[in-house]
């Protein structure tokens, strides 16, 4: 796999997607799959997601999230696999329909061992409909600070679901450069064989 040049890139990409319909559709079956699968096993929603009110609409975007970071970035969807990374074996994809919003990460428990390792690559998309836009992407570890801990929720009814939610101008640690994070992914396939590995990062 030769390696093209930031020019070429661009001009041969966009971080804005339009879903065609099957696509649109084959994200809503990938979302229903995964809805179905967790009621069936009894599986508990993370981070006190509401699965009565919430449960089938977030999985079908988180879904559709991925799927537009697949097709972007020209990796494989693993479509319905349960706690694997989203997309290619190496990033998880966090959605949100407002164009501002926030990428989200959850605090690491070395000792129950959940949340989001520090580790771990994250990309956010935006969007509805047939719409979106991949925003940009980070490490974990690098949004896991005290100045983006909080809570985005307005429900003031519910307990608020706290989270590190970093913004989009947060440039320090959110790269909106897609050819960098292109340039990483396929570079560590040149490194081991075709493989998408993402070696261990120290934040």
């Known amino acids: 796999m030769n ?9 041969m990409v966009s971080n804005h997607i339009t879903l065609t319909q099957p696509e649109y559709d084959l994200c809503v079956y990938a979302g229903t799959y995964r809805r ?14 509401d699965a009565v009110r919430n449960g089938l609409g977030a999985d079908i975007q988180g879904a559709i999230g ?14 319905g696999g349960i706690g694997e990374p989203d997309v290619g074996g190496i990033i998880d994809v ?49 949004a896991q600070h005290p100045r983006f801990w909080g809570s985005l929720a307005n429900d003031k009814n519910k307990e608020p679901r706290l989270a590190f939610n970093v913004p989009q101008t947060a440039k320090d640690v959110f790269n909106p450069d897609l050819f960098k994070l292109q340039q990483l ?10 493989v998408v590995k993402l070696e261990r990062r120290v934040i």
């Open 36 to 49: 179905n699968y967790a009621i069936e096993h009894k599986l508990t929603p993370k981070y006190g997601l």
């Open 94 to 142: 966090r959605m949100t329909k407002y164009p501002n919003g926030h990428l989200i990460i959850h605090e690491w428990d070395t000792k129950e061992q959940k949340g989001d390792h520090p580790d771990k690559l994250f990309v956010l998309v935006t969007g509805e409909g047939l719409e979106y836009d991949v925003r940009g992407w980070m490490y974990a570890g690098f």
């Open 66 to 79: 991925e799927f537009v970071v697949a097709k972007r970035l020209n990796l494989c969807w693993s479509i």
């Open 185 to 194: 992914v396929w570079g560590n396939m040149q490194k081991n064989g075709g």
């Open 3 to 11: 390696m093209i040049d930031r020019n070429n890139f661009l001009n």
